[in-house]
């Protein structure tokens, strides 16, 4: 059976969703699948900075909420959810990979644009070039920042997520959630400002 | 609020990046996925069920031997402590039952006239004691009876009763003889072990009680018998129990055959005793 969207499901909210899915109703969960892979993936790899790491890790999510449907409650967001469970997969993916310190050819190849899909009719090929490398500075920037701030930092300043989910998703208070990332854009700019600089 | 509005060219940075798209393959990899995941589940649902037959075989796996040998001696240890004491408890019950048996046959040998010699005893002393009668010389024919009963009359129940209980028959008399008790220490209504007469008997009772109590409230001032009366009162079996309780059984079951003769005798008896006391 392919993953097809239902129109049934369309209007339906994340939270209804998951609880057609819990009645196994498995085109509830190809809704779901449909409108979270875009922004899973893209999350995923500015948490991991490799492309293909990230849609085995966006993988991973989706089998394990087929899997584990049933320990949803509708508690919290399916989003909040759904983020945590996406967030302590890379997690134990980075630890992984730090005991295996494995290395991408594409972090050696500064001109290698297939990492980032730019849409070519807003930029010109010269912006398109510029924008290109300083994305590529910035997302190493990001993949040198700690671990706390590179979530927070994320899921803020990227994924546009609100404090008080970011709150839940980390399980953090929401005055350290601001402060991580205050700091966390700190040092982002400082990071910046060694690794690139702009054209004056 | 100011945290927020801090760096934020930077965060304008990070909104500007471009966003990742999942692949055209993406959708149909997650189904192979999901696909084999179905699969393996099924196969698991399969493996168990029919796991019955291979269940004895990983039961008796070799990992599993020495947990089965010590469960398994486990298991009958407390099975045999448990039939153990069960049959403990058995054989203490049977015994308690065994006791109680005994205390019901001792009660009731007296009826089948089959009791222990002191049971015996203490029932020809409070038949003594009650009624006062001569004892078995009477059916003998002796007429130095009623010496001997009038002084007998005389003992309190008390000591008749401690003396049957700790002796075996012979108790020494007041003036130093010895009294078989076994023998001879038996009532005017027992003299005679008739069923019949036992009937007939105790409408006497009353009178004999009566009397009984007359002698009680007198004083002893009875004429002390001597030696040679109570000799002969022992060697014929007057009111201490003289002769022996073979002679005296031996005695009484002929007397069955003349009931008569002992009504007559106890009233004479009775009749000479008053005599004595007015």
């Given amino acids: ?200 | 609020m100011e945290h927020e509005n801090e760096h934020l060219d930077i965060r304008e940075k990070l909104l500007r990046l471009p966003k990742i798209q999942a692949d055209e393959n993406f959708l149909k990899r997650l189904q192979i996925q999901i696909d084999i995941l179905d699969s393996e589940e099924r196969t698991r649902d399969v493996v168990e069920k029919g796991s019955v037959s291979g269940y004895f075989k990983n039961l008796f796996g070799a990992r599993l031997m020495p947990a089965l040998g010590i469960t398994s001696v486990i298991v009958v240890a407390v099975l045999v402590y448990f039939v153990l004491a069960d049959k403990k408890d058995s054989v203490v019950n049977n015994l308690a039952g065994n006791k109680n048996q005994e205390t019901i046959i001792t009660k009731e040998k007296p009826e089948d006239k089959k009791t222990s010699p002191q049971n015996e005893t203490k029932e020809l002393a409070k038949n003594d004691v009650n009624t006062q009668t001569p004892s078995t010389n009477s059916l003998n024919g002796n007429k130095t009876e009623s010496d001997n009963i009038s002084k007998d009359k005389t003992a309190p129940k008390e000591k008749i009763q401690e003396l049957t209980s700790k002796t075996e028959g012979v108790v020494s008399d007041e003036r130093g003889g010895q009294i078989n008790i076994r023998g001879g220490r038996t009532s005017e209504n027992n003299i005679v072990l008739d069923k019949i007469k036992q009937q007939v008997e105790p409408t006497k009772k009353p009178d004999e009680k009566q009397t009984e109590a007359e002698k009680k409230d007198t004083p002893k001032t009875e004429a002390p018998m001597t030696s040679t009366d109570s000799e002969k009162s022992i060697k014929e079996g007057g009111r201490g129990g003289v002769t022996d309780p073979t002679k005296s059984r031996s005695s009484i079951k002929p007397k069955k055959k003349e009931p008569n003769e002992v009504i007559d005798i106890n009233k004479s008896v009775l009749e000479s005793l008053r005599d004595k006391l007015k």
Avoid: C
């Fill in chain 1, 1 to 200: 059976m392919l993953l097809k969207s239902n129109s049934v499901y369309k209007g339906y909210t994340d939270e209804q969703l998951i609880a057609e899915f819990q009645k196994d109703k498995v085109e509830a969960f190809n809704e779901i699948v449909l409108r979270y892979k875009d922004k899973l993936i893209n999350f995923l790899f500015r948490y991991t900075g490799n492309r293909e790491e990230a849609e085995d890790l966006a993988q991973d999510t989706f089998l394990k909420l087929y899997k584990s449907k049933h320990l949803y409650k509708e508690i919290a967001k399916f989003s909040t959810w759904f983020y945590t469970i996406a967030i302590n997969i890379a997690k134990t993916n980075l630890r992984k990979k730090k005991n295996y310190s494995s290395i991408s050819i594409s972090d050696f190849d500064p001109d290698n644009e297939k990492d980032f899909d730019l849409k070519a009719d807003v930029l010109t090929p010269e912006e398109t070039a510029q924008a290109g490398i300083e994305n590529h500075y910035i997302q190493q920037a990001i993949n040198s920042l700690d671990e706390k701030f590179k979530e927070v930092i994320i899921l803020r300043d990227i994924q546009d997520m609100d404090y008080e989910e970011i709150a839940d998703i980390m399980k953090l208070p929401l005055g350290t959630v601001k402060s991580r990332i205050n700091r966390g854009r700190e040092k982002l700019k400082e990071l910046l400002e060694e690794i690139y600089k702009p054209n004056s």
